[in-house]
């Protein structure tokens, strides 16, 4: 599996560091621009991104993303009824752990392809 993250810079190594031993690979970026050029000119199973990046707003960068699965990288104390208008395949925590957040992205990617 592939992925872009675009997140800041500990977002990205953390997702790097976390993913080494899961057979997923981690492309990422914090700049908005080279994430969307990223995600048109290469191929990826599913994107993940960080809520905010700093003074971003995820909502117009997620709405122009369409082709494949989006992950939302979520604090503990988000603002639920806002993120629930965003049409996202699924939220992570920050603070997951390799083995469940390798298990997180699978599962997104298995209900996206209508597999259990």
Do not use: C, T
């Amino acid at each position: 599996m592939r992925i872009m993250v675009y997140g800041s810079e500990a977002i990205i190594q953390g997702f790097i560091d976390s993913l080494v031993d899961e057979e997923i690979e981690v492309v990422g970026s914090s700049d908005k621009l080279e994430a969307a050029a990223l995600l048109k000119q290469q191929n990826f199973d599913l994107a993940v991104v960080d809520s905010p990046v700093g003074d971003e707003d995820p909502w117009h960068f997620v709405s122009q993303i369409s082709d494949i699965p989006v992950m939302l990288i979520v604090e503990e104390e988000a603002n639920w009824d806002r993120l629930e208008q965003l049409e996202v395949d699924g939220y992570i925590s920050e603070k997951a752990p390799g083995p469940l957040l390798a298990a997180l992205l699978r599962a997104v990617m298995r209900r996206r392809s209508g597999r259990r």
